[in-house]
């Protein structure tokens, strides 16, 4: 790790304490401790130098940023905590997995390719429009679409007042009652794909998402996960 100073906020975050918002709340409660003083404030650079304490716990280094990709199965929730009880991806995570994020999230219906980091600046950035990723999912949908059922999503539609942005879809074979999808998005909202095949009168029933950005789902099965490698995330983020 450099000696080059960091917000406090961002230093602690790469260090896998909790996300920079979390932090700044914990310094606003006085959960944090900078050489010997408490800190009432996060507008304070910090080296590794300096000597940290959350809740009386001392912090080492900031870690290096890593980056998996994990196969999210059908049935989990994309959180680390429930209110219903629900099971998470985080109560099957190998034991050895460190703290990590989600980048972007899948319904409980949903499957497929999540990416994870412990860096919450980079998933903050990764998961913005305006970084121009696309998303591409496989999506099974119950219904005979046709091109013109399906040239509104093209487009971009309205739904409850709020504007998605148009798709990029391709209708790939249909089988029996079914019919499959191939549907690009760069936006991601709630829900989004969903709600949208339900606007033009198609109702999924299988999601998964095959890629995000550069990277893939491939050869991973339900419930893997695998460390992308540093090479390939300089490769593909400068990082």
């Known amino acids: 790790m450099s000696d080059e100073p960091q917000r406090i906020a961002k230093y602690l975050a790469r260090a896998g304490v909790a996300?920079?918002?979390?932090?700044?709340?914990?310094?606003?409660?006085g959960q944090i401790n900078l050489n010997g003083k408490t800190l009432d404030t996060p507008a304070v650079k910090v080296t590794n130098k300096d000597i940290i304490l959350v809740n009386g716990k001392q912090i080492g280094d900031a870690e290096k940023v890593?980056?998996?990709?994990?196969?999210?199965?059908?049935?989990?929730?994309?959180?680390?905590?429930?209110?219903?009880?629900?099971?998470?991806?985080?109560?099957?995570?190998?034991?050895?997995?460190?703290r990590v994020m989600t980048v972007g999230r899948l319904d409980i219906n949903s499957e497929g390719l999540l990416l994870l980091t412990n860096d919450g600046?980079?998933?903050?950035?990764?998961?913005?429009?305006?970084?121009?990723?696309?998303?591409?999912?496989?999506v099974r949908v119950n219904g005979n679409p046709t091109e013109e059922m399906v040239a509104p999503l093209r487009n971009g539609i309205v739904i409850d007042r709020e504007r998605f942005k148009g798709m990029e879809i391709r209708l790939d074979r249909q089988q029996g009652s079914n019919a499959w999808l191939t549907v690009g998005l760069r936006e991601g909202k709630n829900r989004e794909i969903r709600r949208a095949m339900e606007y033009v009168g198609l109702r999924v029933n299988r999601l998964i998402r095959t890629s995000y950005g550069p990277f893939k789902l491939d050869d991973l099965k339900p419930g893997d996960v695998e460390e992308i490698k540093a090479k390939t995330i300089k490769d593909q983020l400068g990082l």
């Open 121 to 138: 600046g980079l998933k903050r950035k990764l998961e913005l429009p305006a970084t121009g990723w696309l998303r591409k999912y496989r």
């Open 19 to 29: 996300s920079r918002r979390e932090i700044e709340r914990m310094i606003a409660i």
């Open 66 to 98: 890593r980056f998996w990709r994990y196969y999210k199965p059908t049935g989990l929730i994309t959180t680390d905590r429930d209110e219903k009880g629900r099971d998470t991806i985080y109560d099957y995570f190998p034991e050895n997995m460190p």
